[in-house]
């Protein structure tokens, strides 16, 4: 009984640590922003369109995607803490990491504006990165892939490469007002099915 309740004051105590420590590395972080770019707390914290004073509905499709990148993110990541070590653990990491890269760039704009800005590279360089990651993943694990989710897949390359032909071989100026849903909506179909893929890879790993 003594012993039950020790653990479960630990589990209490390691609990709100946890907090504590998500709520230092917060503020941390925000007060780093705010002293070092002299801006407002609230730039970090508030809501973009908030921020801009413009319609929420702004950048809907942007922001449902990003939705969907977390969700394949926290499948795969939920994933590796369910299976044993081996071939398939190492799929839903290597993946979850994967994931975690493009939810990061798709939410602060890694590739379009942090690495031209900050390290003189061009926005090729990451999407280069990424796809090499891709390409090592199906390369590897391609027995997996292709015995669970590989239409999935294929679709999503589709897509995207749909997405990244209208980015860099037709220029803005030739469909002022539609160019950025002709890139944008194909990247949006392929993030939906690029979660599809991920979350039924890791239904199927998970039952096995």
């Known amino acids: 009984m003594i012993s ?3 653990k479960a004051n630990k589990s209490v105590w390691i609990l709100i640590s946890a907090n504590l ?3 230092v590395l917060v503020v941390s972080s925000v007060s780093m922003g705010v002293l070092t770019l002299n801006l407002y707390s609230g730039f970090f914290t508030k809501d973009v369109a908030s921020i801009a004073e413009i319609i929420p509905i702004a950048g809907a499709l942007s922001q449902l995607g990003i939705i969907l990148w977390s969700i394949s993110f926290a499948v795969t ?3 590796v803490l369910l299976l044993q070590a081996g071939q398939n653990r190492q799929l839903m990491l290597m993946l979850s990491l994967l994931n975690l890269v493009l939810v990061a760039d798709d939410t602060f704009q890694i590739h379009e504006k942090f690495f031209p800005r900050l390290f003189g590279l061009s926005e090729l360089t990451l999407i280069g990165f990424e796809a090499a990651i891709l390409l090592i993943i199906v390369t590897r694990f391609y ?3 292709a015995k669970y989710s590989h239409r999935f897949l294929f679709l999503a390359f589709f897509w995207f490469s749909v997405s ?5 071989f037709i220029a803005e100026s030739i469909f002022p007002n539609w160019h950025h849903l002709l890139e944008d909506g194909p990247k949006f179909v392929g993030i939906v099915n690029w979660a599809f893929f991920c979350i039924a890879t890791s239904y199927f790993i998970v039952q096995e």
């Open 143 to 145: 027995t997996t892939i």
């Open 164 to 168: 990244l032909s209208v980015d860099f």
């Open 77 to 79: 990541a939920f994933s």
């Open 4 to 6: 039950a309740l020790q």
């Open 21 to 23: 420590l998500v709520f």
